[in-house]
């Protein structure tokens, strides 16, 4: 009987890039076999549900949960592993924030349902829908319920600690299992509950080596418009860049490979709304005072509440469109 | 949508140096305008950081107005510009998310113009009874804000 401190590891609503981000650690991972019992890995091992219910509460030290809440399953399983885990790390853009899937939320949910079984790309003459019970000679089926709002981990369950990015650096995957592995044997303390780990707390601006002026924008255009100079800051030259918002963590890997940030690392620490402070900073240094003038200017932006809001629309303020959110009053 | 027994819950920012003393002036003056609106105080428009916007309509608010000194008129210089800048921006933002353009709007009154701003709030009250409730809020869901103590008191 092994006595290892037991680690899980879920996917929710993702895409499974944050698996690959974990071993993506290299020989790294072997130090988490050293000293984790892996008991509950959907991707990487054979587990069942009925394995993690039958555990004890708090008998798993670490769970590491990607993905958002889409559907009553990831609902389930979330409340499941908060019990049974002593630790619970929101893992990923979609865990703290909702992510690419949480652009759903734009969408009222019986248009993404028509869009998934209805549309030409989809072969459904019969346009046959999912039904989540269903009488069969058998017994009756069941299959998980979709819910009308992408839901962030910490907007179900209690989290302990969040690891932004999308996915997560490999090298902050690697320092976070560092940390755990001192803690265990008692080198190192925890942070305190609540805190983001694995990430920087100013903005990706901060590790950016373009060089910076103070910025005064006469025309947005998308980057493959461009002639981009790459020393300069990209959103000087009216490519809009993400950065003055973003959490540092990632090293300015796009701005350093010539391409804006989208910010897949999320809101910087004290920022409340991720596409409300985006909208400040760009507003700000557009170089003119007249309001018709502005409106061309901003022309330029083609889309706005998709650059302010692709990682981060299922935990922002508003949460989604007012089409999708006002669903849940009916 | 019309419905008799809305009121609309309308939040109001308004600039220390000129609407918040139009407003004050309406009082003294005895003008009234609709209680609908609940006026906040920033010290200029370009405090208003959009946040306040969005915190606002998903916390239950059916209308935002916003009002600071006219063009030139600044008693930062220029940062009523900034707020119309931020304004443009946003309103773009919420009208690509769904909402009715009319539920967002900018004026500039001075210090001296309590019935023009009067007049302004009880037009934008109207527009908004006639809208309808916005219900941007989720039923049973609470805009939760993390609240740090200050450490430090400054004193002025």
């Known amino acids: 009987m092994t006595t290892k401190p037991k680690f899980a590891m879920y996917w929710a609503a993702s895409c499974g890039g944050c698996e690959i981000a974990v071993l993506n ?16 890995w959907p991707v990487a091992m054979d587990a069942k549900y009925k394995d993690v219910d039958a555990m004890e509460d708090g008998e798993i030290l670490l769970t590491l949960f990607n993905g958002s809440i889409r559907n009553s399953e990831n609902e389930h399983i979330a409340k499941l592993l908060r019990r049974k885990s002593k630790i619970l790390v929101a893992f990923g853009s979609c865990a703290t924030e909702g992510c690419i899937p949480g652009l759903a939320n734009f969408t009222p949910i019986n248009e993404v349902i028509a869009t998934a079984f209805s549309t ?12 989540p019970d269903y009488e069969v000679p058998e017994g009756e089926l069941h299959i998980p319920t979709i819910y009308p709002l992408i839901r962030t981990l910490e907007q179900v369950v209690d989290v302990d600690y969040f690891m932004p990015g999308c996915p997560p650096e490999s090298h902050q995957i690697a320092a976070v299992i560092d940390l755990v592995i001192e803690v265990l044997k008692g080198n190192a303390e925890l942070p305190p509950k609540g805190s983001v780990i694995g990430a920087g707390l100013s903005t990706v601006c901060d590790d950016c080596e373009r060089t910076r002026n103070i910025k005064k924008i006469k025309e947005f255009g998308r980057i493959q418009m461009q002639h981009s100079d790459p020393d300069l800051c990209l959103l000087e030259q009216g490519i809009p860049c993400n950065g003055p918002a ?16 989208i910010g897949c690392y999320g809101p910087a620490e004290g920022v409340i709304d991720y596409g409300a402070r985006l909208i ?18 901003l022309d330029g932006l083609v889309d706005p509440a998709g650059q302010f809001y692709r990682f981060n629309l299922a935990g922002s303020l508003l949460r989604g469109s007012k089409a999708a959110v006002s669903v849940e009053h009916k | 949508m019309t419905n008799d027994n809305f009121e609309p819950v309308i939040i109001g920012f308004t600039c220390n ?32 950081d959009p946040t306040f916007i969005f915190k606002a309509l998903a916390g239950g608010a059916d ?6 000194c006219h063009p030139g008129d600044c ?32 004026f500039w009154a001075s210090a001296a113009e309590g019935a023009f701003l009067t007049s302004e709030i009880n037009k934008f009250v109207k527009v908004i009874r006639e809208l309808g409730p916005l219900n941007w809020n989720e039923n049973n869901f609470r805009v939760q804000i993390p609240i740090h103590s200050i450490e430090e008191e400054v004193l002025a």
């Not at chain 1, 989809?122 to 829908?129: A, D, G, M, V, Y």
């Open chain 1, 25 to 40: 650690i290299h020989e790294k991972i072997l130090a988490v076999d050293e000293n984790f019992e892996v008991v509950f």
């Open chain 1, 120 to 131: 030409p790309t989809t072969e459904n003459p019969e346009n046959i829908l999912p039904i």
């Open chain 1, 246 to 261: 973003t959490r540092q963590g990632c090293g300015a890997l796009c701005p350093s490979a010539g391409a804006q940030c």
């Open chain 1, 280 to 297: 400040s900073a760009f507003a700000s240094v557009i170089d003119s005072d007249d309001e018709e003038e502005i409106d061309h200017i």
């Open chain 2, 17 to 48: 140096w000129c609407s918040y003393r139009a407003a004050d002036m309406a009082g003294t003056a005895r003008m009234k305008y609709a209680p609908n609106i609940r006026l906040i105080r920033l010290m200029c428009s370009g405090r208003l």
């Open chain 2, 63 to 68: 209308g935002i107005l916003i009002s600071g």
């Open chain 2, 75 to 106: 008693h930062y210089i220029e940062q009523n510009y900034k707020a119309l800048r931020r304004f443009q921006l946003t309103k773009r933002v919420l009208i690509q998310m769904g909402m009715e353009p009319e539920r967002l709007k900018l």
